[in-house]
Structure formats: C-alpha cells, structure tokens
C-alpha cells in the first residue's frame, strides 16, 4: 500500500473553541491504495461516506482516559480510478455543559488515519449549521440543528469536488496528544458496529407552491432511531421546520399515543433554509428519535418539490436468539414492545432513554444488561459498559451514576447496581480474569459507604433532591415522590433505609463475588459488614407493626423497603409476605414504579406471591392499550416513551415463566425452574452462554408437566427441574 504513514496520525485545522461545530474532511485517492483495511477515529464523532455513501459512524463514546478506534474497510465501494473519502466530523467544543455530556474531547476537532496516507486530506468548517441546547437548564444532547447547505460544500462526497479553497488538514504533534490518544494507545472497537436499515415515508413528488405554508404528519409505525435524509428540488429561501415527537399528547397528559383529533406532538425541532438547487439533501449529523415526524414548510417565491424522505434505522445489532409463547397472548404484546424498547436504547452504550438524555445509568444499565443475556447471552456491551463505569469513579468511590459522561452526576445507590452488574456476569459467564480486573473498584466503593455511616450504624444522609444537592439520593419515580424529584421523604430529614438496604445487597452480592474470585478474607470482612448493617436496619427502620419505614424514626412506608428487606434477608420469608401483601392490598403506600418491578418481582417471587405479578403486567397492558409501542419511563412520569428499565418480560419470561437461570457461575449448574404465576402454559427456546434449553409446561392439577429439551452437555447441567412455592 503506497504512501502510508508507519503509525496513525491526528489530523486538526484551527476552529473557533466556544461552540459545537461539524467539518468536513476529505481525501480522494486511486483504488489499487486502498484495497485492504484501514484504522479511523475522530474527535467527537465522525460519519465515513466512500463515494458518496454512508459506510459507517463512530467511534465508540471515550473519556479522558480510553478513546476507540475503528477498523474500516471500503473494499466494495470502490470505482476504477479516481475515488474519495469523505468524514463528517461533529467536535462538542470545550464547553462541557453547554455541549452533548456523552461526547468528551482532546481541546480541538481531529480526525485519525491509520493504514492510509495523512497526506492530502483537506478540511472545510461548516459555518451554516448551529447547535443550540435542546432545552433550557438541563440540555445534554446538543444534537438538533439550525442548518442551511453551505455552498461551497455541494458535490463534497464525490469524486472530482473542487476542494482546493479548503484547508490543509495538519498532523497533531505527538507531544501535544493527550495518552489516551496516542495511536498506540487507542483501543480497537470492542463491540459490533451499528445497523444502517434504509426506509423510507410515503411522502414523495409532492410540491409546495409558492408563497404557500404546509404541514405533513408522517407516522414511522413504531419508535425509531434513524438518520433522516430530507431530499429537495428548488424551492430557493424556503424554512422548513422538521420536529421529531414520542407521540400524541394532550393537556391533561399522555394517554392515546394516536389520538390526533384531542393531542398534539411535542419535542425537538430541525429547522433548515433551502438553497434552492436541483438536487437538494438535508441530513442531520446525529441519528433522531421518532414515532411521529410533522414537516412543516414555508416557500417563498419558488415553488419546492418535497423528492423523499428517507431514514436509515440504526442501533446495536441485537440477535435475538431466545423465543417463547404463553397462555395468555396479551404477554405477546409487552414481548413486542419491550424488545423494541431494548433495542432503541442499545447503541455504542446503552442508553436510559433516546430521545432525551442518551446517557448510560447505572441503575438502568444492569437491567438492560440481564435483559440482553435473557434473550441473546451477548456481553459485549455489558463488558464495555462496566468497564466505563469502571472509569467512572471518584477520589470518594462513588461512580459517577452516568457514564460516559462530562459533568459530575452522583447517586449514591447506582454505585451498588454497578456490583451488582458484576455478580450478573460472574453468574452467566464466569470469567475471572475480566472479573478480577474491577475488584479494586468494588473495594473502593463498599468503602466509601462504610466511611458513611452513622452512630446507628446505617449508611448516612448522604444527599438529597435533584437540583438542590451536590448528591441526588433518587431511588425510583415513585408518584409519591414526584416532589421530592424521586427521592423518599424521609431523605429530606435524615438517612434513607433504601440506601442502607442497597448498600447491603451490595456487600452481600460483593462477599459472593470475593469468594468466586478466591479471596477470602474479604468475602468475610463484607458478609460480617453485611451483618452489621442489616441488624442496624432491624433496630432503626422497623416500626411497631413490622413494616420497614422509609427512615429511621419516620412513619412513611414503601413498598420498596419491604421489597429490598426480602431480597437482603433482611424481612424473614414470612414477615416478606406479609409486608408485601400490605403494600399490595393497602391504598396509601408508596408503589413501586415500572423501574422497580424488576425488584419488586423477584420478591413476590422469593415469598411465594409470584401469582400478584399479574395485577403489576396491567402497567404494560396499559401501555399497550395506549399505543405505545415502547416501555414508558413511568406511568405517572411518561415523560419518555422509551425507556428500557421497563423492557422487564425480556428477564421474565425465559428466566422465570420458563425457569431457565444459572444456578452457578459461568452457568455451570443450569436452573430449570418455572413460575407459572397465573399462567396455565408457556413453551420456548432459552439461548445461554452455554447453549439452548427448551422448555414446556402446562399445569396439571396442583402440579406442572414439564418437558425439557437440551443437548447432553447441557442436561447434566441441570440443577432442578420444578420447586414452586406457594404462598400461605
């Protein structure tokens, strides 16, 4: 390969530093130069197009400390002769509030080539798109555009552009690279690339006249991630507003995502300025998040021919490998929307939400990652999520609740779903040497709460409501809550018994973690720690009727401390069952809401009133009813419609209606063990990292037939086939 450079190389022009911005790079070479692979990264982000088509967007999200590299290869793209490299580059700039939090940077726009000549490539900065914040106060996208086709851009992508009024793209000094940049420490991708599925709306050929406004509703069928391609002829001076909306939503608030006739579309606004040429395309850097998209166009003395409007789906490519059918079809329904909604928030991390934030929680993160081991035992976005939050750690030991991510953002409890991630996939997987490497950082943590604690022995006030503390101690959008930004009242006065009960289902989960990864002496330090906290939690937090309080000394009462009493041991199976069936049965107390079903499920199911979780299926029976064609947030909190911490009968019907989980590390030992719950039958398919297990059953009297089906291997495997418990 002629002309390479022996190592990588950073290539940057001087832009302005106070805004996000988007250049163009290109390079146009003979096809014999790049018959093989080549390595590319940017700094923020980049769109490759070869030829004029869009090959790939990268790199994965980085920090301060790891930055990805891509490899690429054009191969089939290529033409005889003459061909170009095009990269569109998205730089946050040096602001990181006023900027997408997800996206860090080295200090200046760069490009990064490797296996394929530095010489040669010419730069353009794009001075007709902005990027204002999407809201006021918390904005952390920074994605939606304010754009017009800069002319001398037109024809960039293909073959024979004139570039030569762009500028010379300079090679970065290595001494000036911070190390996580330096091309020998740049990391190869670890997970896939993204899915580019083309589609297209049913708006086509269709004019706007002259001096005329217009309005288009177009519906996508179902949530969507894409990148949009709006393409034009004429039309010159013509505003074009493109706004990309969840749903329908009324005054009094969202329930008939459809209903046109009583709601209205709301969320995030495209504007873009038409040139006027014949063969116009307006394509937003970012991918956009959509049910409903409304174009609404204003034409000035030329009429404006509307050609298309394309999107290109895109997302983590998911292979779903699990599969399964129950008694009752409505489950079918909350399947479909819940796997839609896994995937939409699956991209190079996983996601809490695409259309607002796109950042990755903790505490939403170790639900979509047992969530993806269900239904495909893929790890390998679950491997580089702990690590970013491996990296996400304060000098305190508390990791950032989200990450990656610019701008300090604590709390408390996500530190604990982080271990928890951990014992998740030492259960699945079992692999020790990727295991020990986070030990240090559990350490650092369980510290941390141990420094915290108060005479009492429970873990202290550690913060308070959103906004109005360095630290958010949020624990769920329950709707009592709401005022207090999701955090118990008894926050407001003194220690949280959910803190302390996180906190020890952490030490628990940690002990159990230290003894797979043989260090003894510290499984025992955190079970006698455990322990201690949790006769700290009985002598505080437990009022005359046996109820576990939201604080010590206060009377509010949650059916999340009874929740968290039964899955620590906190509760005894029989005061579990009894406390539950009280926050079920007694108008008043706080309710879990669609974040902590998955919690709230697993202790019905450990106190033998597995039967109640179908009253609980009613929120995404709901959902379904509504429209919804994804998990909302939170019924009382619908402000996004895709949020997969909802995504919940991914877990629950292969692992729980048809019983399949690890009994063992590295699902050494396999549990077949279903939970009919009110069911009468389920069958399916149950993909493992070890295999597939087949499983039917249908009740029979007071009992279940079970078959099982599964290779050899696998059968001797098998712990336990049938041990349903029933309630008193």
Not at 42 to 53: E, I, P, T
Not at 416 to 431: A, N, P, R, S, V
Request: proline share 5%.
């Amino acid at each position: 390969m002629a002309d390479l450079t022996e190592k990588g190389t950073w290539l940057t022009v001087p832009v302005r530093e106070d805004r996000t911005q988007l250049l163009y790079f290109r390079h146009e070479f003979e096809a014999p130069s790049l018959a093989g692979t080549f390595r590319l990264s940017a700094d923020s982000r980049y769109k490759l197009f070869c030829n004029g088509v869009l090959v790939q967007a990268g790199p994965c999200k980085g920090d301060d400390k790891v930055w990805y590299c891509d490899e690429v290869s054009c191969k089939e793209l290529l033409l005889p002769g003459t061909n170009v490299l095009a990269v569109e580059i998205l730089w946050t700039g040096n602001d990181p509030w006023n900027s997408n939090h997800s996206l860090f940077s080295m200090g200046r726009p760069a490009l990064y080539v490797e296996g394929i000549s530095a010489q040669g490539w010419r730069c353009h900065a794009v001075d007709t798109v902005f990027f204002p914040a999407e809201e006021q106060g918390f904005a952390p996208l920074h994605i939606h555009e304010q754009a017009a086709l800069d002319p001398d851009t037109i024809g960039w992508k293909q073959p024979g552009f004139d570039d030569s009024g762009w500028t010379e793209a300079k090679a970065v000094p290595v001494k000036e690279l911070p190390e996580s940049r330096l091309p020998e420490r740049l990391r190869p991708r670890a997970i896939p690339q993204m899915t580019l599925m083309p589609h297209s709306f049913a708006l086509r050929d269709f004019t706007v006249p002259a001096n005329s406004e217009k309005e288009f509703v177009l519906d996508a069928g179902e949530e969507m991630c894409a990148y949009l391609c709006l393409r034009l002829t004429g039309g010159r001076g013509a505003k074009i507003e493109l706004l990309q909306s969840e749903c329908y939503t009324t005054e009094s608030g969202k329930q008939n995502r459809l209903d046109s006739k009583h709601g209205y579309l709301e969320g995030y606004t495209d504007s873009y300025t038409v040139t006027g040429l014949a063969d116009e395309c307006y394509e937003p850097f970012w991918f956009r998040t959509f049910r409903f998209l409304r174009l609404r166009v204003k034409t000035e003395a030329e009429p404006l021919r509307i050609v298309a409007l394309d999107y290109m789906e895109t997302g983590y490519p998911l292979e779903v490998k699990t599969c399964l059918t129950t008694s009752d079809k409505s489950l079918a329904d909350i399947w479909d929307i819940s796997l839609r909604t896994l995937k939409r928030c699956m991209h190079d991390t996983y996601m809490d939400c695409p259309f607002y934030e796109q950042l990755q929680y903790a505490m939403d993160t170790r639900a979509e990652i047992l969530y993806t081991y269900a239904i495909s035992a893929d790890d390998r976005l679950a491997r580089q999520a702990i690590d970013d939050f491996s990296r996400a750690q304060r000098p305190d030991g508390l990791l950032n609740c989200s990450y990656p991510n610019k701008n300090a953002n604590v709390i408390p409890g996500f530190s604990i779903y982080w271990i928890l991630m951990l014992h998740d996939h030492m259960m699945y997987f079992g692999d020790k040497t990727f295991l020990t490497r986070y030990f240090p950082t559990v350490t650092r943590i369980l510290n941390f709460f141990h420094t915290h604690r108060n005479a009492a022995g429970l873990v202290d006030k550690l913060g308070g409501e959103n906004g109005k503390a360095a630290i958010w101690s949020f624990i769920d959008w329950a709707e009592s809550w709401m005022p207090t930004t999701g955090m118990p009242d008894a926050g407001l006065h003194g220690p949280i018994t959910m803190e302390s009960l996180l906190v020890l289902l952490g030490l628990q989960k940690a002990a159990e973690l230290a003894e797979y990864l043989e260090k003894p002496e510290m499984a025992s330090e955190w079970r006698n720690r455990a322990e201690r906290l949790q006769r700290a939690i009985r002598a505080c937090c437990l009022d005359d009727s046996g109820m576990l309080t939201d604080g010590p000394g206060r009377t509010e009462i949650s059916q999340h401390a009874q929740v968290f009493g039964v899955l620590t041991g906190t509760l005894s199976r029989e005061e579990g069952q009894r406390n539950l069936l009280r926050t079920i049965q007694e108008r008043g107390i706080t309710q879990c809401s669609v974040a902590m079903c998955f919690y709230l499920f697993r202790a019905l199911e450990e106190t033998g009133l597995y039967d109640y979780t179908d009253r609980y299926w009613d929120i995404w029976r709901r959902m379904v009813d509504n429209g919804c064609t994804t998990c909302v947030e939170a019924e009382n909190y619908a402000r996004s419609e895709c949020h997969a911490w909802g995504a919940l009968a991914l877990y629950e019907l292969p692992s729980v209606t048809l019983g399949v989980r690890p009994a063992a590390p590295g699902y050494e030992q396999i549990e077949v063990r279903p939970q009919p719950g009110v069911l009468t039958s389920a069958s399916g398919t149950v993909h493992t990292p070890r295999g597939d297990v087949s499983v039917a059953w249908e009740k029979n009297g007071a009992g279940l037939k079970l078959e099982i089906s599964c290779d050899a291997e696998m059968k001797r495997r098998i712990k336990s086939k049938i041990e349903t418990k029933t309630a008193k």
